[in-house]
């Protein structure tokens, strides 16, 4: 029986080449971790093809191959994590279109922007703060936004 091919294998395909590339490339002392935590990811996404919330459990397959990757290189991580997400949202169809495919060259684009704040700064302490705090500000704002907006239409005067 052949499967088709989907573009979620592709995206895996392309995390396991980056996985195999780094640990040949960079033979960290635990070289042997990548490649076995490469292959929870695989068996999950191969089992779960027809479960309705396949990309949960595939998300919680690929988060220690992430976290060991950031923590021996944070571009690896980076890498990791850009792949992961595109077989996310390639299972769940989400990379049809220009748009869709935009959307996530802004995702990999803001990713990238953060992990060279956490290399310059040589630690995650203080680009988490600023990122929390510009959170914190894009909240209030849309919370604002909301409230005006429900204010407006709900019949009360300005």
Same mark, same amino acid.
């Given at each position: 029986?052949?499967?088709? $091919? /989907? ?15 780094? @640990?040949?490339?960079?033979? =960290? =002392? ?19 093809? @027809?479960?309705? !919330? ?8 690929? #988060? ?12 690896? *991580?980076?890498?990791? $994590?850009?792949? &992961? ?6 299972? &769940?169809?989400?990379?049809? #279109?220009?748009? !869709?495919? /935009? @959307?996530?060259?802004?995702?990999? *684009? ?8 956490? !290399? ?12 929390? *705090? ?7 704002? #849309? @919370?604002? +936004?909301?409230?005006?907006? +429900?204010? #407006?239409?709900?019949?009360? =005067?300005?």
């Amino acid at each position: 029986m052949n499967l088709p $091919v /989907r573009k979620e294998d592709g995206f895996f395909l392309l995390l396991a080449a980056g996985v195999l590339l780094f @640990t040949v490339a960079a033979f =960290p =002392p635990s070289w042997y971790l990548y490649p076995l935590l490469l292959v929870l990811p695989g068996i999950v996404l191969h089992v779960t093809r @027809t479960w309705k !919330d396949r990309m949960f459990y595939v998300i919680c397959a690929g #988060q220690p191959l992430v976290i060991a990757l950031s923590a021996a290189l944070v571009w690896a *991580g980076l890498f990791a $994590v850009w792949m &992961l997400a595109g077989i996310v949202l390639a299972a &769940l169809g989400m990379l049809g #279109q220009g748009d !869709d495919l /935009r @959307t996530y060259a802004a995702f990999c *684009g803001a990713t990238l922007v953060i992990a060279a704040a956490i !290399d310059a700064s040589d630690h995650v302490l203080l680009p988490l703060v600023v990122l929390g *705090g510009l959170i914190a500000l894009c909240a209030a704002v #849309q @919370t604002i +936004r909301e409230y005006r907006f +429900r204010k #407006q239409y709900a019949g009360a =005067p300005p």
